[in-house]
């Protein structure tokens, strides 16, 4: 089955401690993004990749960074200088084409507490 | 900078009574307005692409209709499992195309 794998499911992060999110797809999708999402608000960009070993900051991006070493994947790791970080994190995938991209696909979340 | 509104913030009606779900945007160029079911303690599942005014897409109970200015959710004859929110986001024609989301509409059916 084709889709977007997120893990861990629930994590817990202690103050000063860095914690890093999985993102997996295997839809052969070019573009892959790091949304956060709090009570109340719309989804929040945190970070964006549209191809291998290139990504771009959000609106959010304040504390948090990732990588993109291969195609499949997009890590996203939140540093202790976020000093927010409760919240659901969704991983996201879409295809390039010539007009852009296409519409995206979303794993199935983390939801992050602080301790 | 684009907006998205979504109204009403919570709907909740009877199995079988219809309604519609509204998105208002402002966007710079729309490359596309979409909507998403998110049920709780999920990601988002992706429904409908809307490219431009008069566009219409059905799916089930769901149709959604397009405007130049905002678009519509019709929900015909709901069953208590369309309970969900449900997201409506923009892309822009931007370099980036930018996509910004609504905070949705939570919409319960009651049985």
């Known amino acids: 089955d084709g889709g977007i794998t997120q893990s861990p499911k629930y994590l817990f992060r202690k103050e000063g401690q860095n914690v890093t999110l999985s993102c997996e797809q295997n839809?052969?999708?070019?573009?892959m993004y790091w949304y956060r999402q709090d009570p109340g608000q719309g989804l929040r960009l945190i970070y964006y990749?549209?191809?291998?070993?290139?990504?771009q900051k959000g609106d959010i991006a304040e504390g948090y960074s990732v990588s993109r070493e291969k195609k499949e994947s997009f890590p996203l790791t939140v540093t202790s200088a976020q000093k927010n970080p409760t919240a659901f994190y969704l991983c996201?995938?879409?295809?390039?084409?010539?007009?852009?991209?296409?519409?995206?696909?979303f794993g199935q979340g983390t939801r992050l507490t602080v301790v | 900078e684009d907006q998205v509104t979504q109204s009403p913030e919570a709907l909740r009606l009877q199995e079988g009574e219809s309604s519609s779900l509204n998105c208002s945007y402002t966007?710079?160029?729309?490359?596309?307005l979409f909507w998403y079911r998110q049920d709780p303690g999920k990601g988002p599942e992706f429904l409908f692409t809307?490219?431009?005014a008069g566009e219409e897409k059905e799916k089930e109970r769901l149709k959604a209709t397009l405007t130049k200015k905002e678009s519509f959710l019709h929900i015909t004859a709901p069953k208590p499992e369309d309970s969900a929110t449900y997201l409506c986001?923009?892309?822009?024609?931007?370099?980036?195309?930018?996509?910004?989301f609504g905070t949705g509409t939570k919409l319960q059916v009651i049985p």
């Open positions: 986001a923009v892309r822009n024609s931007g370099g980036y195309q930018k996509v910004t």
């Open positions: 990749s549209q191809i291998v070993n290139d990504f």
């Open positions: 966007v710079s160029g729309l490359r596309g």
């Open positions: 809307l490219y431009s």
């Open positions: 996201a995938s879409s295809l390039r084409t010539g007009g852009g991209t296409t519409e995206a696909f």
């Open positions: 839809l052969n999708h070019d573009a």
